[in-house]
């Protein structure tokens, strides 16, 4: 019998311990998949974050590093300074990434170290029960603004991607999603560029993936992906935003 279909070699056997509904299991595979069809598993260096996907370590099928709180990237640029030839990716919440590691994560885009960067933006603390991420959108309840996010009381939500593209080390930054099965598709094939950029030596790249959060947004699984759609893609716009590998093609 011919076999249509089977789990990829990029990921472990171990159960996945998300909340049902969330998409975090859905981006794990994207990344494994990845891996595994540009034939780098065997090369690959992933960082796990503090937060939700602080168990990352677990289930990809690949040389794994822990990192403190908002560290990641700064870890990954000295494991890919000492091993230039290895490909190496974190994978970060909003509140790693955003909040307690912008420093870090800023400065790895500006240097333009050659790492890859997988950004999980559910627009609230998960792990730590809710409370206002740097990207909860205005209006926004939350564990920590339970009359809704407001500008001056919290400031305005960040947008990752905007920022990092006008940095000169950013080579390849796009935000997609994966509410549905057509996106999911697009952001995969966003992912395997994020890598390909780092294989070809062409600076920091990062990938923003709007997921849900439907424990602490207080939704349904499906009332979650809807509220991605309806809610974050408005402010959060889908697309490329910088890409240096289209620039350099069309240069050529």
Known sequence: ??????????????????????????????????MEELGVLDK???VAPVGCAVFAYE?????????????APAVAT???????????????GDGDLAAIGTAETVHAAARGENITVVFINNAIYGMTGGQM???????????????????????????MCEMLSTLDGASYIERVSVYD?????????????????????KGFSMIEVLSSCPTNWGLSPNEALKWIKDKMEPYYPLGVYKNTLEEVKQNG
């Open 133 to 159: 991420a740097p990207t909860s959108l205005i209006g926004q309840e939350t564990l920590t603004t339970p009359y809704g996010r407001k500008p001056g009381n919290n400031g305005y939500p960040v947008k």
């Open 44 to 46: 690959a260096i992933g």
């Open 181 to 201: 099965v057509k996106h999911v598709l697009q952001a995969k094939k966003a992912i395997k560029n994020a890598f390909t950029a780092q294989i070809n030596k």
């Open 1 to 34: 019998m011919a076999v249509v279909f089977q789990k990829t070699k990029g990921l472990t056997d171990v159960p996945f311990h998300y909340c049902p509904g969330c998409t975090h299991g859905i981006v794990h595979r994207l990344v494994a998949e990845v």
């Open 78 to 92: 000295g494991i890919k300074r000492v091993h230039p030839d290895r490909v190496v990716f974190t994978y970060q």
């Open 59 to 71: 289930y990809f099928n690949c040389d794994m590093q822990e990192a403190a709180h908002g560290r």
